[in-house]
């Protein structure tokens, strides 16, 4: 009996003692005089090989600075960033998301204000406008756009070429439907564009946008449309699908976690648009084996706001519970200003935003022509930045389930209509009630 | 008498040929989406998803040498050698503590015993989603994050319910006559988990250990919550550090990593396998 | 004399009960370190406004109250949860019991089948899988390809919201390599004298099954259910990675709902609420199966839980 509670015992001091000895070497030796900095964004492989020089580039130069690069996938970025944030563990200088911005912003100041970082960050080279628009919460900047992007058409050029559409046109509604319908009688296998979920939502938003002129929710909670222009809307989404302007979204939804350079019927030429980002230009041109071309995204001639989506790429924010922002600062200006690494970052955050990164690569001649005009193209028709409320990822997945409910023939576009205010207010009252 | 005994022969050959023919039909569905892993890793980026076929174009092998260089920063290498560092004594600890704790509540009578068993078994019923944040704190303020102390420090303590609820039932399954003879000959209870229990239990064990080992090893979100710096990333993760939904992947080079990342699981279960299914000596059990 | 010491002996036995309590001392130090905070901690959360970030507030039965009257995808997201666990856990188990069977017998490169057999399961929830699960079941892809075959029209696997679930749901069922190993361990287990005995007896193969195997392999059938069922009532991954839920929200699972709560929408306080929720729920469907395990498990100890 007591042989066996001894050797239990001798067990568990074990165990404890293990744990105790493990528990301390945690605890890290003490810190060199150096400054450390923590760097965290997501990205791909080419992202992370160009920061990781950059970071190279700069620690060489300031050899007292030392920065730890803390890259990942997209995917889970945000919950991590979140568990961080809470835990006040986050990095000093972090990459954030523009759809963030605002549910970031209304959990209190967690990083540093760019509107008074001016004397650190040379911001000069930045659109004023942009930046106040869509990186920041009333006076409150929360971060820098490391590049521009725009929501636009991306075309199968050889397709299009092979049915006789030209895709330099004004891009309405109405020819979206008329090309549409071409296209089917080329090939009924064929259809003119292909869209995620995500990107029926987009649409839904613009049209809303282009019919009243405003974001499609109030700032003071009520919605800006009536319902017969939602009526309108569904009914457009219900005609391309009938039509087979738009594939079926029994063949679509479960892309919904991919893009194109992922869905095999684009790769195998089946479909003739993708709407999308400029930011994703890249990766479908790396992927198809034709030719791609960019149009600009579908605006009405009686549009009341060409409503068209524009954002930053990404934003680079300061944390404010770093113990070096001013360190931080000095890093950010350097990745935003410097030739050196303008020259070494080059395309890999989106189109730059710096007007003098643009140039120089433009120069050099390492930017996409095409990524250049869509960004072009789109930017004179921006339907300016959306606001906190148009942006909600709560108030996103209502419309995404009517729109749902609509393609895949389950409601009328008219009850789909009234369910939709119907929740959509009732969100809205929930959200206002929460402020 | 001869030809009865070769008919005899001959039906059970043919029985055979069909469980051999049924085994490899299913077999093949298994582990057709392996056989596409493996071929989307040799296949040119281009090619991976435009056909489902296995038979690429062209053979392309500079995935895997590219693959394995990753971002450059730190090789797969690296990342091999970090997941060992985590999964091992984890599944070593998971193993000890899950085993003393089973054989704590399958062969005692003590107070509490249904409550503490129940309480045991619903820490399993709390989603993980809601956990994280408070975990998180918790092994912040004991200093441990980015270390993989939240893994095996815990798997010291019986933190994994599964395996003790698992061992509890292979336990009771071993009749209780033979600890109370072993009892009577004058070994202790820890005699007794030695001598009787452990070797009786070996399929399990190895079963428990196999589990563990593929589970720590495949573990995402866990690793990705603890950990930050890049040179400890696990393999898990490290597979998942370039897929970005906006941009171009290099799909080949991650399919290539998969598969060199499954090895070792594979490796484990086809060598482990034989204890879990031939493990017990029948004889004297039911003496 | 000698009976003298054996009653002792046994009484000693019975005493020495107690030293069971040490036995499991390591799980209760760390279930009071390591698990019990994180259980408390979200428990207040579901009865607090709680964004993460910000220091939670307390909203009284808010959560609670605005769950059952107010979500509008709650009831939708427990009644797929249940489907999908009445769809995959018995088709789990099944399947993976029969292919034990089989894969207990004698045969040659056995070893090389159990891996085989086993591989789905180490693939996880990797990236690899949702790809992988798309370009089979998509419109033009491989399974309605086969399907074609025999003449049989392509189903939209998982772009129909009718159907998706059955196709997430049978994702378990092809990941089924660790309930085979358990049942195969189990399998082992059986002494080999009770089925000679049952041979003795002229019991048939069938008989022997019903009469040895199985009642011999239930306290493993028992773990097995228990635990698929506890898993997939908080299925997470194959929704997550394969179709987001979707389509029509037709795979909305519960573990995702509570996830996008918390970490899209920001309501962790809302999610723990949820989470609480299904906790209850998966503690009284195992108290259900361990109230009935008396009528149809077998135990060699006899003793009770």
């Not at chain 1, 960004?375 to 300016?384: A, H, K």
């Not at chain 1, 995404?400 to 209509?417: M, N, R, S, W």
């Not at chain 2, 031939?278 to 003496?287: F, M, P, Q, S, V």
């Not at chain 3, 959360?45 to 959560?63: C, H, M, Q, R, W």
């Amino acid at each position: 009996m007591k042989k066996s509670v001894k050797r239990i015992m001798v067990v568990c001091i074990l165990a404890i003692l293990t744990l105790s000895i493990v528990g301390g070497l945690s605890i890290q030796a003490a810190k060199p005089k150096k400054v450390q900095l923590r760097f965290s964004w997501w990205g791909n492989d080419a992202r992370h090989k160009a920061t990781l020089k950059a970071i190279e580039l700069y620690t060489k130069k300031n050899p007292h600075v030392e920065i730890m690069a803390e890259y990942g996938g997209f995917g889970t970025y945000y919950q991590k960033l979140l568990t961080q944030l809470a835990g006040r563990t986050a990095a000093d200088i972090i990459q954030i998301d523009y759809k963030w911005v605002n549910d970031l912003a209304s959990q209190g100041k967690l990083f540093v204000d760019m509107s008074k970082m001016s004397n650190k960050i040379d911001m000069s080279g930045f659109d004023k406008k942009f930046v106040k628009d869509q990186c920041a919460v009333g006076d409150y900047i929360l971060g820098l756009p490391t590049g521009i992007s725009v929501l636009g058409l991306i075309g199968n050029d050889s397709l299009l070429k092979e049915a006789g559409i030209n895709i330099d046109q004004d891009w309405d509604w109405d020819k979206i439907i008329e090309e549409g319908v071409k296209l089917q009688k080329f090939d009924k296998n064929k259809h003119l564009l292909y869209m995620k979920t995500i990107h029926y939502y987009y649409l839904t938003k613009v049209m809303l946008k282009q019919k009243t002129g405003t974001d499609f929710i109030n700032d003071d909670y009520t919605l800006a449309f009536t319902k017969k222009d939602l009526v309108d809307v569904f009914s457009y989404i219900r005609k391309m699908i009938d039509l087979g302007v738009v594939p079926p979204l029994e063949e679509t939804v479960l892309f919904d976690g991919g893009d194109p350079d992922q869905n095999p019927n684009w790769l195998q030429g089946q479909y003739a648009f993708n709407s999308n980002q400029a930011s994703k230009l890249a990766a479908i041109i790396g992927a198809s084996k034709f030719d791609i071309d960019v149009a600009r995204y579908p605006v009405p001639k009686n549009a009341k706001n060409p409503g068209l989506i524009t954002s930053p790429a990404q934003i680079l924010t300061i944390n404010k519970n770093s113990d070096h922002i001013d360190e931080a600062a000095k890093f950010v200006n350097w990745f935003f200003n410097d030739p050196e690494a303008i020259l070494t970052l080059r395309d890999t955050r989106g189109l730059p935003a710096v007007k003098k990164a643009r140039e120089i690569l433009m120069k050099e001649n390492l930017l996409d022509e095409r990524v250049v005009r869509m960004v072009d193209v789109t930017l004179p028709f921006s339907g300016g930045a959306e606001n906190a409320l148009s942006l909600n990822q709560e108030i996103e997945t209502i419309v995404e389930d009517y729109i749902h409910q609509v393609g895949f023939k389950k409601l009328t576009p008219e009850k789909a209509a009234d369910n939709m205010m119907k929740d959509l207010n009732y969100k809205l009252q929930e959200l206002k009630s929460a402020k | 008498m001869r030809v009865i005994f070769k008919m005899k022969v001959a039906k059970i050959n043919l029985h055979k040929v069909w469980v051999y023919l049924f085994l490899t039909l299913l077999g093949v569905v298994m582990v057709y989406p392996l056989l596409w892993l493996f071929a989307s890793s040799i296949k040119p980026n281009q090619d991976i998803f435009l056909s489902m076929g296995l038979i690429p174009s062209k053979v392309v092998l500079d995935s895997y040498i590219k693959g394995w260089q990753g971002t450059g920063q730190y090789t797969y290498g690296v990342f091999f050698w970090n997941t060992f560092k985590m999964v091992v004594p984890t599944v070593a600890f998971t193993l000890i503590s899950s085993v003393l704790v089973a054989y704590g509540f399958a062969r005692f009578d003590f107070p509490l015993k249904k409550i503490l068993f129940t309480l045991m078994l619903s820490t399993l019923m709390l989603p993980e989603s809601v956990i994280i944040i408070p975990r998180y704190m918790l092994f912040r303020d004991l200093n441990w994050l980015d270390s993989y102390l939240p893994f095996t420090i815990p798997a010291l303590f019986g933190t994994f319910s599964f395996f003790i609820f698992m061992l509890v039932q292979f336990i009771r399954g071993i009749p209780r006559e033979l600890d109370e003879s072993a009892f009577i000959d004058g070994c202790n209870s820890f005699d007794i988990l030695v001598k009787i229990i452990l070797p009786l239990s070996k399929p399990a064990l190895f079963s428990a250990g196999i589990f563990q080992f593929i589970w720590r090893w495949n573990d995402f979100f866990n690793v990705l919550v603890y950990i930050n710096s890049v040179s400890k990333y696990t393999l898990s993760l490290a597979l998942r550090m370039s897929i970005d939904i906006t941009q171009s992947v290099e799909w080949n080079q991650i399919m290539a990593m998969s598969v060199v990342t499954m090895i070792p699981p594979i490796l484990v279960f086809f060598f482990a396998q034989k204890y879990f299914v031939e493990g017990i000596a029948t004889t004297g059990l039911k003496g | 004399m000698k009976s003298l010491t054996l009653r002792n002996k046994k009484t000693s036995w019975k005493r020495s009960q107690n030293i069971g309590l040490l036995y499991i001392a390591p799980w209760i130090i760390g279930f009071l370190v390591f698990q019990l905070y994180p259980f408390i901690v979200s428990l207040i959360y579901s009865f607090a406004d709680f964004s993460i970030i910000k220091t939670p507030e307390f909203v009284g039965l808010k959560n609670y109250i605005n769950l059952f009257t107010k979500d509008r995808l709650f009831y939708h997201s427990l009644k797929t949860t249940f489907i999908y666990v009445l769809i995959a856990v018995p088709g789990k188990l099944i399947f993976a019991l029969i292919i034990a069977l089989i894969l207990n017998m004698k045969l040659k490169y056995i070893n090389f089948y159990r891996t085989i057999y086993y591989m789905p399961s180490i693939l996880g929830g990797s990236v690899a899988v949702s790809i992988l699960w798309r370009f089979l079941f998509a419109r033009n892809g491989l399974v309605n390809i086969l399907l074609s075959k025999f003449s049989i029209a392509p189903i939209d696997w998982l772009g129909s919201p009718d159907v998706a679930l059955y196709t997430i749901s049978l994702l378990k069922v092809w990941q089924f390599g660790s309930s085979m190993v358990l049942f195969l361990a189990g399998l082992k287990q059986i002494p080999g004298e009770l089925y000679e005995a049952a041979k003795v007896d002229g019991a048939g193969k069938i008989r022997t099954f019903f009469s040895v195997t199985l009642p011999l392999l239930t306290p493993i059938i028992f773990f097995n259910l228990i635990m698929q069922m506890v898993n997939a009532f908080q299925e997470f991954t194959s929704a997550f990675v394969v179709t987001q839920g979707g389509p029509l929200r037709s795979t909305y699972l519960y573990g995702l709902m509570l996830y996008e709560q918390g970490f899209r929408f920001l309501k962790m306080g809302y999610a723990s609420a949820q989470s609480w929720i299904l906790f209850i729920i998966i503690m009284a469907m195992t108290a259900l199966v361990f109230k009935s395990s008396p009528y149809w498990t077998y135990y060699d100890d006899e003793g009770d839980f």
